[in-house]
T-cell receptor, first 111, second 114 residues
Framework: GESVGLHLPTLSVQEGDNSIINCAYS??????FIWYKQESGKGPQFIID?????DKRQGQRVTVLLNKTVKHLSLQIAATQPGDSAVYFC??????????FGTGTLLAVQP | KAGVTQTPRYLIKTRGQQVTLSCSPI?????VSWYQQTPGQGLQFLFE???????NKGNFPGRFSGRQFSNSRSEMNVSTLELGDSALYLC?????????????FGNGTRLTVT
């Protein structure tokens, strides 16, 4: 498959464990945040989003936490499965009216 | 509903040539954004079009240009190709502009410049 990042931070977890992927964003004026998942050879796929008036949002097996004080975003994946193996990107938007992506984290799920 | 479609899937070009990439957004989506993805720089914003107008532009040289048609389909063009233009070019669509709702991405066009 095609590599989307050769020198990405990597998180290695055992199947069935919970995963936490962290992201530090740069702009305190950002008011909308998204997590994407990118599998080899594919475009980024939307996972979950959160607005700045919220601290937490839950989806199916995923939770996003937003800490505006320290400009930190995290994605929690419950009961991680082999199909969750991918690169995960956080993205922010706000005053610049652009969606700015982080560098990505490679999640490797060990069977 | 069909997703975002990008053509071609792969392209090989020579330095100095130009290239045109095509993107068909999700039906009903009026905003199209383009991103360049490389291992070293990650996902970099190129530009956004909404209702045939460029709404925003990233920090890329003028060799990179785009347009949007009345049916919301979009093309991007890169002229005088350089080796550093080798990348995955991603198109994304959304119903409206303003980046307060998720972008939906296509699977990209892989451009290799030799």
């Amino acid at each position: 498959g095609e590599s989307v990042g050769l020198h990405l931070p990597t998180l290695s977890v055992q199947e069935g464990d919970n995963s936490i992927i962290n992201c530090a964003y740069s702009n305190s004026a950002s008011d909308y945040f998204i997590w994407y998942k990118q599998e080899s050879g594919k475009g980024p796929q939307f996972i979950i989003d959160i607005r700045s008036n919220m601290d937490k949002r839950q989806g199916q097996r995923v939770t996003v936490l937003l800490n505006k004080t320290v400009k930190h975003l995290s994605l929690q994946i419950a009961a991680t499965q082999p199909g969750d193996s991918a690169v995960y990107f956080c993205a922010e938007s706000g005053a610049t009216n652009k969606l700015i992506f982080g560098t990505g984290t490679l999640l490797a799920v060990q069977p | 509903k069909a997703g975002v479609t990008q053509t071609p899937r792969y392209l090989i070009k020579t330095r100095g040539q130009q290239v045109t990439l095509s993107c068909s957004p999700i039906s009903g989506h009026r905003s199209v954004s383009w991103y360049q993805q490389t291992p070293g720089q990650g996902l970099q914003f190129l530009f956004e079009y909404f209702s045939e107008t460029q709404r925003n532009k990233g920090n890329f040289p003028g060799r990179f240009s785009g347009r949007q048609f009345s049916n919301s389909r979009s093309e991007m063009n890169v002229s005088t190709l350089e080796l550093g233009d080798s990348a995955l070019y991603l198109c994304a669509s959304s119903p409206g502009t303003g980046y307060n709702s998720p972008l939906h991405f296509g699977n990209g066009t892989r451009l290799t410049v030799t």
